[in-house]
């Protein structure tokens, strides 16, 4: 039998994993997952909390926070279909916030640019995104 949590450990160090039972029935059952998004039905407990910050062009605002209306008037661009996206479009409508999206591409550092540029802004998460939010900042 194959061990795939020896063989990622060894190939992988420092890596998360998790640990999972495999059924006849082919059903699996796991011990602990790192995902980025609660499970229905399932226990979920908060590891991380991520700040989402707004990229925008250098210069264009001395504001250091925006009121969530606003992201109504701003023409943003947005990541493709992620959990991200998933949670903060779920969040805005519950907030009746319905942002005008410019521009959506799968492409992180493009966004970013693209902000940096002055196309638009894009919504960003702070942890996540450091090493590029630095790296362009």
């Not at 992988?12 to 997952?33: I, L, R, T, V």
């Amino acid at each position: 039998m194959f061990h795939w949590s020896n063989y990622s450990r060894k190939k992988y160090p420092g890596q998360a994993q998790n640990s999972a039972k495999q059924f006849k029935n082919g059903a699996q059952h796991f011990d602990f997952q790192l995902i980025p998004a609660p499970v229905t039905n399932q226990a979920n407990d908060l590891l991380l909390e991520e700040e989402v910050c707004l990229a925008v062009k250098k210069g264009t605002t001395r504001r250091t926070a925006i009121a969530q209306h606003d992201l109504s008037n701003i023409p943003l661009l947005r990541l493709d279909e992620s959990p991200f996206v998933n949670l903060v479009d779920h969040y805005l409508a519950t907030q009746d916030v319905h942002p005008h999206y410019l521009l959506r591409s799968g492409n992180r550092s493009l966004l970013l640019h693209l902000a940096e540029a002055g196309y638009g802004a894009c919504l960003v998460p702070r942890l996540s995104w450091s090493p590029l939010i630095t790296k362009t900042a």
